[in-house]
């Protein structure tokens, strides 16, 4: 039965319907509500809450307890992703499974808490040290999110890598109706994980892991691009959003094509590995790529010109309508498509 | 087809309840919904709002676009009358909303004494729900009953079921202010 | 007679220490407490960054390399998933007084069932003998080459008493490796800190004042003295929170 959810919430629900055992985190708007509910709910069900005392005490527990064969997950917003990104690198180059919850809010420093995707280029990219990156998905509804997090436990575990739930500060407070799945676990020990026994956890050696990690990469690369298309077969422009962006992006698509405009939208769900696939069935005789996102200098749009790059033979431009800590509308996206087809934008790439 | 409502006002003036409220409507007759609360810097100063979008097919933006019924509990909430439709329909707090105040002349100004009402059958508290009870008389979007029955229901999962006669009388109390 | 002791198996490879350093008799006091209490197949050591990142390669029991600073929140967690195996942080004092001084502190003040060992060599060892907070008055090392000034450095840190005086914690002890009775000793409260967590009694930290032959640039014998002269009358050794209802001394 479908039950409203506010987007925090489900977060957590979700989550625990995934087969999560363990959460440490630490307050921070506007993902608190996420830790909040999973303070009285863990215990219910007899799982592992920690409130840490800091952000990186709150990866590190993660650490721990992942390499012990728990399903782990900790969350927070822009500020506290920082400083996690260490033990994000540990967990990566450990080959241990994690979930991190990113709650966006805008900017650099302190920020606002404004919704935004300003955390792209880091959180796309790995985030700390060292040459690694982390599956990152972008829900776009309540029930997105759910379904997302009810499968990065396995995904985490299938690649032996941390998986991102790339949220915002607008779809953590939003509320819509949502089917909560049954719950799961996973009933097995993973036979690698630590359990004081010294028994054998699968791990390379020093001066193979650059190999090991690359093929590693290569193949979630392959195998676990992500995406939806809408009205593309035909398309001259395509857009291309992601999260809330793309929801306003889908409804301009919309009025645009009954207005006989060969519009289309690709919209990320992986954001790393990024949806190159999506590119390369495109039809010949695209006129421009328009990349929808709240940031500030445009970021999304990086990897949009990347994938153009690959995906075509000719220089197709690509633009960037990049609205800031703002949501864009619906009205303002069609305007600057007719700016764009009036020859009035200027491209990114 | 889908409809735009906006409820806003100061925080304390359950503008967000009135909005899941009409949610919860929306979700029983099997609609597509959301609700978008205000939230960050936009509610420093106390202002509140929140956005229900519902329709049978599915939503795209959930934020606010293009308005088709805006409820202002107070004057600030006017602001949001420049994002309405024409024809579009506003219903004013008249209590807090002078009669003088500039409107826009291609929207419907429907002007409700909520907060005289809700004084009357003594539950100052659900002026909102006299908005919502005009609301529902005004716009058809919900039958009567249904709708009574769904705050009552509402309310009772909160555990607030103790005030449902009172929320009841403020429904009808703004339903009946529609002639 | 002296008898021979048998290397317990844990320490199956030489460990990879300077000569003289104290680290490695830890190593052997750990090892040999573990295998006492059978649990050579039923731990987890969680290594802090520094020289301990040696025994990555000439451990033979369970264990897990962490960020620097961190091996006492990674035990939080490891604890909660293994609650049955002994998670012990072996931390050098940079590891676990300085950069981690603040999941040292907190794993304390939560009393999680789980041990530290701290090896206090009062320098940051593994990079070369930079100034730490256990640094002693006047010492020379690479960042205080004029020797400390703790007008401007702070006095060296205590924390085995910060955490005795303050927090509701199973056992706090504080050893040192420079003669064979001090060494007995500290394999005492190696015991109790392991016995403290099996019995499920909380948070145990045993620091434990090692040698630092190489950057403290004297031999492997002077090494000794100086630990015993100069190091000793600053960090007063004994058990500064003993285990509840026990007094083994």
């Known amino acids: 039965m479908k039950e409203m959810w506010k987007g925090n919430h489900a977060i957590a629900e979700g989550a625990l319907r995934g087969g999560l055992q363990f959460y440490s985190g630490y307050p921070i708007t506007p993902q608190t509500e996420v830790m909040e509910f999973l303070s009285f709910r863990m215990p219910e069900l007899g799982r592992h809450f920690v409130q840490a005392e800091n952000e990186i005490a709150a990866i590190n527990m993660v650490f721990g307890a992942s390499a012990t064969g728990l399903r782990s997950m900790t969350g927070s917003s822009g500020p506290g992703i920082s400083l996690k990104q260490e033990g994000i690198s540990y967990l990566s180059y450990n080959d241990l499974p994690a979930v991190i919850v990113n709650v966006q809010r805008w900017g650099a420093a302190l920020g606002t808490l404004d919704s935004s995707q300003t955390d792209y280029l880091r959180d796309t990219r790995g985030g700390g040290h060292g040459d690694y990156r982390i599956i990152v998905w972008a829900p776009n509804s309540i ?44 009933g097995y020990d993973l036979e690698w994980s630590w359990d004081g026994t010294d028994r ?21 690369i392959e195998n676990e691009q992500r995406w939806e298309s809408i009205n593309t077969e035909d398309a001259e422009y395509v857009f291309v959003a992601l999260g809330l962006p793309s929801r306003v992006a889908r409804d301009a698509v919309k009025r645009l094509r009954s207005d006989g405009e060969k519009v289309g939208l690709i919209r990320p769900i992986a954001i790393w590995p990024y949806p190159k696939k999506a590119f390369e069935e495109l039809p010949e005789g695209i006129r421009g790529f328009l990349s929808i996102e709240t940031t500030d200098m445009g970021q999304h749009v990086e990897d949009v010109a990347l994938a153009v790059k690959k995906g075509f033979k000719t220089n197709i431009p690509v633009y960037v309508h990049a609205t800031n800590q703002k949501m864009p509308k619906v009205k303002e996206v069609i305007e600057v498509y007719r700016q764009l087809k009036a020859g009035n934008l200027k491209e990114a790439f | 087809m889908i409809n735009e409502l906006v409820f806003s006002g100061f925080g304390g003036q359950g503008v967000l309840t009135a909005g899941l409220i009409f949610s919860e409507m929306a979700l029983k007759e099997g609609k597509e919904v959301s609700w978008m609360p205000a939230y960050g810097p936009t509610m420093r100063g106390g202002k509140a709002n929140s956005v229900v979008k519902f329709g049978d097919e599915a939503l795209g933006s959930p934020n606010m676009e293009e308005i088709d019924v805006l409820v202002a509990m107070n004057q600030p909430s006017m602001e949001y009358a420049e994002f309405m439709k024409k024809e579009g329909k506003v219903f004013l707090n008249s209590d807090m909303i002078p009669d003088d105040t500039d409107i826009r002349n291609d929207v419907e100004v429907i002007r409700i004494p909520c ?19 005009a609301v529902i008389k005004k716009c058809a979007f919900f039958e009567k009953n249904f709708a009574i029955e769904t705050l009552k229901d509402y309310f009772k999962e909160k555990g607030k079921g103790n005030y449902n006669e009172a929320n009841e009388a403020a429904f009808l109390a703004g339903f009946d202010a529609i002639k | 007679m002296a008898v021979a002791r048998k290397i317990p198996k844990i320490m199956e490879e030489p460990t990879a220490f300077c000569a003289g350093c104290g680290h490695g008799i830890l190593n052997r006091l750990i090892a040999e407490v573990l295998e006492e209490k059978g649990q050579e197949k039923n731990h987890i050591l969680i290594l802090g960054v520094g020289c301990n990142c040696n025994m990555n390669f000439t451990w033979g029991g369970d264990k897990l390399q962490c960020a620097h600073g961190r091996a006492t929140s990674v035990a939080r967690g490891a604890k909660t998933g293994r609650p049955d195996t002994l998670i012990i942080s072996y931390q050098g004092d940079g590891d676990a007084y300085v950069i981690g001084l603040s999941d040292t502190i907190n794993t304390a003040y939560v009393n999680t069932n789980v041990t530290t060992f701290a ?73 109790n800190a392991i016995e403290a967590q099996l019995n499920g009694e909380g948070f145990s930290l045993v620091e434990v004042l090692a040698q630092c032959p190489t950057n403290w640039k004297v031999s492997t014998v002077d090494a000794n003295e100086w630990l015993k002269d100069k190091v000793v009358p600053i960090y007063p050794l004994g058990e500064f929170k003993k285990r509840e209802g026990r007094d083994d001394k």
């Open chain 1, 143 to 186: 029930q997105e999110t759910v379904d997302l997090l009810y499968e990065a436990f396995e995904k985490a575990e299938e690649y032996r890598n941390p998986v991102e739930i790339y949220s915002e500060a607008a779809l953590g407070q939003m509320m819509e109706p949502c089917e909560m799945p049954e719950f799961k676990e996973r």
């Open chain 1, 200 to 220: 054998d956890h699968e791990r390379v050696d020093m001066d193979q892991k650059p190999i090991h990690h690359t093929a590693k990469f290569k193949k979630i």
């Open chain 2, 115 to 133: 907060v005289s009402l809700a004084q009357q059958i003594k539950n100052l508290k659900g002026a909102n729900l006299v908005m919502v009870g």
């Open chain 3, 119 to 191: 090896v206090n060599n009062t320098n940051y060892a593994m990079t070369g003998g930079q100034m730490s907070w256990t640094t002693i008055p006047g010492q020379h090392t690479t960042t205080s080459a004029s020797g400390r000034d703790c007008e401007s450095t702070g006095n060296p840190i205590k924390v085995p008493e910060i955490i005795a005086q303050n927090f509701d914690v199973a056992y706090v002890a504080r050893g040192s490796l420079h003669s064979a009775k001090e060494i007995n000793k500290t394999k005492k409260y190696v015991r």
